[in-house]
């Protein structure tokens, strides 16, 4: 991270400021085992928190007072206004949906200041949609020095726990995805692309948390495959210095666990002769695997030999025997591939970091070493102004969360600031931006888990309205609804009729994948071919959004199911959630299921099953997203 990062707006004046970062290698303080650089960091996190409330003003003042001509503020009223009450009073609270055609005027190619005066540099693709595309999030180059920021924080608070981190390496698997451009020229690519290609991380300094494995042109690869494979060989090479592995979501380290088990005897034929395999092509990656890659046939020897067991059991503490712990997000729906990460890791540690999204960079977890069931994230005041709107469950078996879409005006004042949120309830995330959001709903569900001196500490609870997901997809019950309306059309012609139906994210397989049990009723006598079941599970494919649709594509998502259950099956599913308290008034049937008795259950009444029997389409999205927007 360059120095001049370092320094935040909206916490200048009379609160501690962090100095710029130090050099690894700096002096430590006398009697202390942490350098400067790391005790500075722990000091601007003790600052912000303790003074989080003025933090947040200032943050709040200064991102209206550098935007108070915009079009966007003065469209509303708020007439140059910077105190937080005019604020909160005069704005409303929006979702994506109510600044969508200011985003299109930008992706078109109108520079004025709409939402912000700092140009905007680029957009941020989100893995939430809208309309069944990826939602496009504006951003300013001041905000890479802000995310940079919240990276140099992870280092210094892991190493309270971890001490030595220093001393190795990380084997992080990191890739870009496509980017694209607006029809006004401006890039669109997702938040870690965007970070990766910047000289923040290209051209960094020496940091012992970003000691890569990976040399950068293997983790700039555009090819997954070589991207993957010379990530993972320079991993294998080096895998007495990696004290520590991850990747971005646990979904992307169990697929990097996966594709050594598919490769690992062509990469122990590269380590025995100090050569690189002929697929991997590009030349500046092959370059860099050299640099790395020398012929080791002991080394070789010893990968042969652990990957030919037929257990897989611990590979990463076998193959690389230092590792301290595995640095992925576990939280929300990656929490279901937790009992995968133990298997292969002999229950290392799972540590998750970081909350971050394209809207914003939010903060960190101070306890990295807690269970993955008790993570809990302290947001960081100097990041954006932050607000809470109170979340209230219904009270049906399903416990679903109540959450609309527009709020009235008793709603919108329901708004809590960071400090005045309570321990134990439940609120989606509000979030106003440098880079021009304001009062823009995230869609994350928190709960106030404690505080650090007075800034709240939260558990990721889930995203709203999300029933299914493996990977970056998030579909929701709406959609789910709405493919599978698509579906039944194949059964009409044997006047056959859906009965009932729910859905279960299966990620006992690698990659994981969407199934759907169907409950039919057949009034017909003629057989319904399995062609037909297998043209409604890719016609459900087709009828989901381009997120689910692309990582079907690339192979983070398996082929969709769908399990033809007996008749009755959702009948005993009622007469079970009743066994359990469940409220025969008020039951309704879930439209995904995750209790491991209740899959067991609909799983033990499966007469037949179907696959999809290809990829759905999927092209790029954002210029399908603006190719209609363009007058």
């Known amino acids: 991270m360059c120095r001049e990062s370092a320094r935040l707006p909206g916490i200048a004046g009379k609160f501690p400021v ?50 108070a001509h915009v079009e966007y503020l003065n469209r509303h009223g708020l007439n140059g206004h910077t105190d937080r009450d005019t604020f ?32 905007i540099s680029e957009f941020l693709t989100s893995s939430g949609t809208s309309g069944g595309e990826r939602k496009v999030m504006p951003t300013i180059e001041e905000e890479l020095g802000r995310r940079s920021l919240l990276y140099s924080l992870l280092m ?32 669109a690519r997702p938040v870690l692309t965007s970070y990766y290609k910047s000289p923040h991380f290209k051209e960094r300094p020496f940091d012992p948390y970003t000691n890569y494995t990976s040399p950068n042109e293997t983790i700039l690869c555009q090819d997954s495959y070589q991207s993957m494979y010379s990530q993972m060989l320079c991993g294998l090479c080096q895998n007495n210095e990696v004290l520590r592995v991850g990747a971005v979501f646990a979904s992307g ?3 990097a666990i996966r594709f050594l088990e598919k490769h690992w005897a062509l990469l122990c034929h590269d380590i025995r002769t100090g050569t690189v395999n002929p697929l991997i092509t590009d030349p ?14 002991d080394l070789a020897g010893f990968i042969e030999s652990e990957c030919g067991k037929d257990s897989w059991q611990g590979i990463i503490t076998r193959l690389w025997p230092n590792t301290k712990y595995i640095d992925v997000i576990v939280t929300g729906t990656m929490s279901q591939y937790i009992p995968t990460l133990d298997y292969y890791s002999n229950g290392l540690p799972l540590v998750c970091t970081m909350y971050a999204s394209s809207e914003c960079f939010f903060g960190v977890n101070l306890n990295p070493l807690c269970k993955p069931s008790d993570v809990c994230y302290t947001l960081i005041p100097s990041m954006g102004y932050f607000e809470f709107l109170p979340v209230h469950r219904n009270n049906g078996v399903n416990s679903s969360i109540d959450m609309p879409k527009s709020l009235n005006e008793k709603e919108q004042q329901e708004l809590v600031d960071l ?52 990977d970056t997809d998030k579909t929701d019950e709406v959609e789910l609804q709405n493919a599978v309306k698509n579906a039944i059309g194949h059964l009409m012609p044997f006047d056959t009729r ?20 169907w409950e039919l009723t057949q009034n017909g ?12 599970c890719l016609t459900i494919e087709e009828s989901l959004d381009s997120v689910y649709r692309q990582n079907r594509v690339f192979d983070a998502i398996g082929p969709l199911e769908i399990k033809i259950v007996e008749a009755g099956t959702f009948d005993k599913l009622m007469d079970y959630a009743i066994s359990l308290g469940a409220s025969i008034n008020q039951y309704k049937t879930p439209r995904c299921v995750k209790f491991a008795p209740i899959v067991e259950l609909l799983n033990s009444r499966v007469v037949e099953s179907f696959f999809s029997p290809k990829c759905p389409k999927w092209t790029s999205p954002a210029l399908k997203q603006w190719s209609n927007n363009i007058n």
């Open 18 to 67: 962090p100095k710029a970062p130090r050099e690894e290698g700096d002096d430590p303080e006398p009697g202390s085992r942490f350098p400067m650089y790391e005790i500075e960091k722990l000091e601007f996190i003790e600052d912000v928190t303790k003074n989080a409330d003025e933090v947040q003003k200032r943050v709040l003042a200064e991102i209206l007072s550098r935007n």
């Open 284 to 297: 500046t990656v092959r370059d860099a695997v050299m640099r790395v890659l020398k012929p080791d046939p």
């Open 253 to 255: 380290f169990i697929r």
């Open 419 to 470: 400090v005045d949120v309570k321990l134990g309830q439940e609120y989606e995330l509000v979030v106003t931006t440098y880079a021009g959001l304001y009062r823009y709903r995230v869609g994350d569900v928190l709960r106030v888990a404690g505080f650090k001196n007075n800034a709240p500490q939260f558990n990721f609870i889930c995203r709203k309205n999300v029933v299914l997901s493996i």
């Open 88 to 119: 909160k009073k005069i704005m409303p609270v929006i979702t994506y949906e109510d600044i969508l055609p200011d985003i299109n005027r930008i992706a078109n190619g109108d520079m004025s200041p709409i939402l912000c005066s700092e140009p």
């Open 525 to 536: 006598s003629i057989q319904i071919p399995p062609s037909v079941f297998e043209d409604c």
């Open 498 to 517: 859906l009965t009932e139906y729910t859905s279960y994210a299966d990620t006992t397989t690698i990659p994981g994948h969407y199934v759907l049990y």
């Open 156 to 187: 210094p608070v892991m190493s309270q726990f971890v001490p030595g981190l220093d001393k190795g390496k990380g084997m992080y698997f990191l890739f870009i995805k496509c980017e694209t451009k607006t029809p006004g020229g401006l890039l």
